[in-house]
Nanobody, 116 residues
Framework: QVQLVESGGGLVQPGGSLRLTCVAS???????????MAWYRQRPGDQRELVAT???????DYTESVKGRFTISRANAKKTVDLEINNLAPEDTAVYYC???????WGQGTQVTVSS
């Protein structure tokens, strides 16, 4: 059974940075390496939205509002996907979720709160 576990969230001041990590288990390194992965977020009162994706070939894509501030990366040997978030703003406050694309595999989420 595939499990995704996120970590790295917390309370940070505007302008700060965080690095979120998603660790996958229940699948081989080979299967993970073939998987497209993504980060989503759900802000209070909003629907879950796609933030960033990374293909099995390492190609990345971002929603317009986070381009230049967010960086998604992966380490296949460790079965991890990271999301580096810089220059955080209050509107980035959300629960951030890891997702294995084209499957029903989701993490439980990690809370990011941006506040002074």
């Amino acid at each position: 059974q595939v499990q995704l576990v996120e970590s790295g969230g917390g309370l940070v001041q505007p302008g700060g940075s965080l690095r979120l990590t998603c660790v996958a288990s229940g699948m081989s390194v080979f299967t993970f390496a073939l998987s497209g992965m993504a980060w989503y977020r759900q802000r209070p009162g909003d629907q879950r939205e796609l933030v960033a994706t990374i293909s099995n070939a390492g190609a990345t894509d971002y929603t317009e509002s986070v381009k230049g501030r967010f960086t998604i990366s992966r380490a296949n040997a460790k079965k991890t996907v990271d999301l580096e978030i810089n220059n955080l703003a209050p509107e980035d406050t959300a629960v951030y979720y890891c997702h294995r694309q084209d499957t029903n595999a989701w993490g439980q989420g990690t809370q990011v709160t941006v506040s002074s």
